[in-house]
């Protein structure tokens, strides 16, 4: 079978490409397909361990089972400022946002989900977020080491709460801090995206006349194609673009 690596960043650099095909046998893992790469490129030490690892755009490890065409990004630590927060405690957005803060940056863009009174017609009284309090630390973790290597951003924080929320509370912050606004803006969109969909964090809604768990109801080929139609998606792929001849050059 075949799988698609992308190298991000100064593995990218050290490989001299962004990205390359490999051929697995079947029911190949992760590890398999790096310790492949490595024997492909030359100038990929035998030492070589991928910091972050993404298959089709969900967080993987070595042991994870591969199948033909799936997508590897492999992501090398980052250098930018990363502060992530779960609890109950109340989002205090002037610590969020003063935690982005940079000299070097000219752009600073905050997001807050708050809790609203009402869906569809009926009368919102309450919220209650139900959380794996470590694991949603890690995957908003990994959410954000993404994100400041896909779209360079100088800083990023987020914070989610849960328990229970009153109307007009905020449930879900998130503040990015770089040195123009579009990648700004778009990182935002693009962590508050990822969040909602992959971070083990569950909202029942409580009404006058009931209660209900409320599910994205999203499955990954539905996301993937969200992904595709969202506003950083040209974005991502113009950077895709110039990493890929920027690689081609230094290969020539």
Request: aromatic residues 8%; hydrophobic residues 40%.
């Amino acid at each position: 079978m075949q799988v698609l690596i992308r190298l991000y960043a100064s593995y990218r650099e050290q490989a001299g490409v962004s990205r390359i095909n490999i051929s697995l046998r079947e029911g190949s893992v992760v590890a398999d397909a790096v310790e492949e790469l490595v024997k492909t490129i030359p100038a990929l030490p035998a030492s070589f361990h991928p910091h972050l690892i993404a298959v089709n755009e969900e967080f993987a490890n070595y042991s994870y089972p591969l199948n033909d065409a799936d997508d590897i990004a492999l992501y090398p630590p980052v250098s930018g400022g990363i502060d992530v927060k779960v609890g109950v405690e109340p989002v205090n957005l002037g610590v969020l946002t003063d935690s982005v803060r940079r000299s070097y940056n000219g752009a600073i863009v905050t997001f807050e989900g708050t809790t609203r009174d009402n869906t569809n017609g009926r009368q919102v009284q309450f919220l209650e977020y139900e959380a794996d309090q470590r694991m949603a630390l890690k995957v908003i973790g990994s959410i954000l080491h993404e994100t400041v290597i896909k779209f360079g951003v100088a800083a990023i924080s987020a914070h989610h709460r849960f328990g229970r929320l009153e109307i007009g509370e905020v449930s879900l912050a998130v503040a990015t801090g770089a040195a123009h606004r579009q990648e700004a803006y778009l990182a935002g969109l693009y962590v508050v995206d990822r969040i909602k969909h992959v971070v083990p964090v569950w909202k029942k809604e409580h009404f006058s006349d009931g209660e209900i768990w409320v599910g994205e109801a999203c499955d990954p080929e539905t996301h993937a194609l969200h992904l595709e139609r969202a506003p950083y998606a040209d974005f991502l792929s113009e950077v895709e673009r110039e990493a890929t001849d920027a690689s081609f050059t230094r290969a020539r």
